[in-house]
C-alpha cells in the first residue's frame, strides 16, 4: 500500500522550487520516546489525512519527526526581521517544512514540525520546544479559529520523552502547525537584503500565486500585491481588537502575508479592558500593547513595501512613492474594519456619524471602571446586566439610552440586533487563568481531560451554552499581572 493511500499525505514541494538562497534541506532530529498526546481529528480529515493511521505507530513517527512520509522534502525556511524595531536574520531555528499538504479541495497547506529539532538557522538555540507552550499554541491557535480569525492550526503535539534544558529541566514537545504558507514579511526582508533583484521578484511572484492568484497577470500586480497584503493585515489586526486578543510579539518576521495570525508565543486575551494591556515579559516599553497593535501593522507594513520597492517602479522616487500611497492607505481600511465590527457587537448594521462617539464613549466608560471587556459585550447582548459596577453607574444608564435610541433608528428588528449581537460578541475566549489550569494538569499530572474540555468550551464561542457559563468568568483578583514568554 502506498503512504497517500494509509495516511493521506499528498506532499507537493513548489517553495522548494525557489532559489536555495530561501531555505536549507534539514531534516528533523529523531526524538528518543514519542507519545502522541493531543490530535485534532477534524483538522485532519479536512486536510485529507486518515486520522485513525495518523495515531498509529508509523503515524506518530512522522509526527515526532522520526520518519519522513513519501514526498516530503523537509526544509528549515530563511528569513529575516525586526524584533522590537531592530534588523537581524533569522530563519527556521527550531521548525521544518515537511511540505505542502494538497488537500481533497486542492487546497495548498502548508505542513510545519515546530520544536523538531537544529537547523542552520538555529544559532545558540537548541531547536526544541516544551510541553507547556506547544500545547498553549494549540489551545489557542484552535479558539482564533473557532471565534472566525485567519490562523495557523494546530493538528498533534508528539512528547519527545526527552527533556529540554530551561530554567529547568522540562518535557519536549513538537507541535504539527498547519498554515496556509509561512511567507512572512520577513521573507521578503531577507530576499530584498540578501538576495537579488530576480529572487526578489520570484519570491514576490510566488507569494502571488499562491495567495492572490487574480493578480496573477495585472500589469500593477507588485502594488496590488501590497495593497491586499495590507487589506490583510489590517482586518487581521482589527478581528483581534475585536476578541481583545493582544498578540504581544508583532516582530515583521511573525506577520504573514496570508494574514493568517502566527507565533502564539507570548500572546494572551485581555480581560479588563484597558489599551494600555501587555503581557509579554519582554516587552518592557510597550510596543505591542493592545491598542498600539494597528499602529504596529502599519509600521510593518511600511517594512514590507521597503522591501518590494525595486518591484514597484524602475525609477526610485516613483517606487517610494507608490509605497507611501499604499501605505498611507492602511490606517484607514483598519478602521473601516475595526468601525464595521464593533457596530456588529453594539448590533448596529448601518452607519451614522454619531456611531463614532457612541462607541468611544462606551470604551471610556469601560476603561474607567475597570469593566471586563468580553463580558461587557455578552451583557449587552443578553441585556442582563448583574455581574460589574459599570451597570450600576448614571454614566452607564445615559449610555445606554443613546445606545438604544441608536438601534431605533435602524430598521432591523430586535430578533435581527440580537443575532447579530450573538455573533460578534463571543461568550467564552481562552482565559489566562483556564488556559493555565488546563496546562498544569497536562504538564503537571499528565491529566488531558481540562484541557480537552476547555477546546471544547472554545471550539463553540458564539453557542452561549449553559456549559459555558463557568467559563465566562473573569480570572479571580490577583496582586500578580500574569506574563508570558517567547521562544520558551
Ligand atoms: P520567535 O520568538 O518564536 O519568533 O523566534 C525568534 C527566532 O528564534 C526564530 O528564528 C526562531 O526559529 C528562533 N528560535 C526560538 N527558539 C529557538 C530554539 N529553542 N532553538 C533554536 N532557535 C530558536
Ligand atoms: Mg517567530
Redesign the pocket.
Known sequence: MTDKAKTGWNFENSYARLSDIFFANTNPTPVREPELVLFNETLASSLGLDGQALQQGGGVSILAGNEIPQGAMPIAQAYAGHQFGHFTM??????VLLGEQITPQEERIDIQLKGSGRTP???G?????TLGPMLREYIISEAMHALGIPTNRSLAVVTTGESVMRETALPGAILTRVASSHLRVGTFQYARKWGTKEQLQALADYAIERHFPHLVKDVERYRLFLREVSDRQAKLIANWQLVGFIHG?M?T??MTISGETI?Y?PCAFMNTYDPNTVFSSIDAQGRYAYGHQPRIGGWNLARFAEALLPLLHENQDQAVEIAQDEVARYLQVHHNYWLTGIRAKLGISNQEEEDEGLIEDLLQLMEDSGSDYTNTFRALTFDQYDEMALFNTNEFADWKKQWQARLERQAQSKQAIHELMRNSNPAVIPRNHRVEEALEAAVENDDYSVLKQLLDVLSRPYAHSADQREYCSPPPATDVPYRTY??T
Open positions: 533569522l530563519g527556521d531555528g527550531r521548525a538557522f538555529s544559532r538555540g537548541d531547536g526544541r520546544a510579539v516582530n518576521d511573525n507565533d508565543g517567547c521562544g
